[in-house]
């Protein structure tokens, strides 16, 4: 069985009066994927932030390669951040818009002192080097998640948080994204925390499903299993909603 690669527990945060997480806990597996579903609002956001220390806590405490992941500070935290890292929705907004892939590549190999070919990782993500020296706002949406995807694997992770990676793609596109991931994680044994509200992309990626609602993880059970039988009222609800899953 694989080794538990991060373990959070009993995470809880908030806005304000407004409770975002309500003692939460989870554990990702080394090479796994672990998708993340519930409805908008359901708190699966604020977890992946709280994991990525972008979002504070109100108490909880997470390990990730068994280490305290909440101890690093500073230098410290920005070295460890190499082995954890986010694709987000919309690459623009998380993009600098001016900048070309090249320079999008190159970031966080300067942040990190690391040395890569970026022609060879753009080959990983099927991307033409020759389209290195586009800008962003140049290139198509999905070859912008191809390179949001490129610059995650730069620093070579051992856990990519993907939030709602692939939702704003067409479908024939997505399909070609949620592929190459799977072909990622194959050679590189990266895991996964695929987050979604599709629960029909959720069945196809992951290994397990966490299923959220008011903030709190509801059920959490292996892929197929949930999906044959879900549980939670909300889980049940989510099934139904996309029926064709179930053939």
Known sequence: MAEVLLQAHELSAGYGDKRAL???SLEIFQGETLALVGPSGSGKSTLARALLRLQPLQ???IHFEGENWLTPQGSALRKRRAHMQMVFQDPLSAFNPRATVH???RE???IHGLKRDIAELMQTVGLDPKLATRGVHEISGGQRQRVAIARALATSPSLIVLDEAVSA???TV???ILKLLQEIQKTEATAYLFITHDLAVAAQ???RIAVMEGGRIVECRPAQELISAPQ???SKALVEAVPRILV
Do not use: I
């Open 59 to 61: 108490q909880g405490s």
């Open 174 to 176: 997505r399909g070609a």
């Open 108 to 110: 966080p190999l300067r």
């Open 232 to 234: 939670a009222p909300v």
């Open 205 to 207: 990626m992951a290994d």
């Open 169 to 171: 793609l067409d479908a």
């Open 22 to 24: 309500d003692r939460v």
């Open 103 to 105: 320079e999008l590549l």
